[in-house]
């Protein structure tokens, strides 16, 4: 079956603008998370959703970070008047639901801001 | 805070030798211990997991152990083949249920 899927694969923008990451999660998973990875490091946690609740968002580096989710599918991660440290690759994990263990990714959104 | 650290940063192996990844939490009430495999541009991969009710799992050359009491846990591939080489990351299970990851582990197999 289809795995999770996100969109643009990569996108450029510059300093200041504001962009809008998506990820579709695989059909029936609940449970939706946001991690980011910087160029050669770990990936970090930004925030968790449960259906179109987010309960955690303790990741979210700053106030120009925010996410939405609808119809406990599609989710949208922004991030405003974007700075060259938000260069990184985001990726979109999602599992069925919250006693699930496995986390499926996305191939994530390379994201360069100039 | 939740954390896991993981040793070594790199690993260079020859083709049919062992490597050993290892990986420390902080997290006592963390459950689930993934490993992902991650290629060069690529999505990372479960490759193996382990929960804390059990010390030891195996899956064809993979193998990780989980000591709850001294809160490590290692990944074992034995008898590398050059498609092993690639990031390995582990990461332990925290605060609803998010992932929390060490570093990365660079992972080179010379044939």
């Known amino acids: 079956g289809a795995g999770v899927s996100q969109s643009p694969s990569n996108k450029v923008t510059e300093k200041g603008k504001d962009v809008e990451l998506r990820c579709d999660p695989i059909s029936g998973h609940t449970a939706l998370y946001w991690y980011r990875q910087r160029l050669g490091q770990g990936l970090e946690f930004l925030i968790y959703f449960q259906g179109n609740s987010a309960p955690d968002k303790s990741g979210l580096p700053s106030d120009r970070f925010s996410a939405e989710r609808t119809g406990e599918s599609v989710s949208t991660l922004t991030i405003q008047r974007t700075q060259q440290e938000d260069s990184a690759v985001y990726l979109c994990a999602s599992s069925y639901g919250t006693g699930a263990y496995e986390q499926y990714f996305g191939p994530g959104t390379r994201l360069t801001v100039t | 805070g939740e954390n896991v650290e993981q040793h070594p940063s790199t690993l260079s192996v020859q083709e049919g030798d062992s490597a050993v990844i290892k990986c420390t939490y902080s997290?006592?009430?963390?459950?689930?211990f993934p490993w992902y495999k991650q290629e060069l541009g690529k999505r990372p991969q479960l490759i193996i997991d382990i929960r804390s009710n059990v010390g030891e799992k195996k899956d064809q050359r993979i193998a990780v152990t989980l000591n709850k009491t001294a809160k490590h846990f290692s990944l074992h591939i034995t008898e590398t083949q050059p498609e092993d080489s690639a990031v390995y990351f582990c990461?332990?299970?925290?605060?609803?249920?998010?992932?929390?990851f060490g570093a990365g582990t660079r992972l080179a197999v010379h044939p």
């Open positions: 997290d006592s009430a963390s459950n689930y």
């Open positions: 990461a332990g299970r925290g605060g609803y249920n998010k992932l929390i």
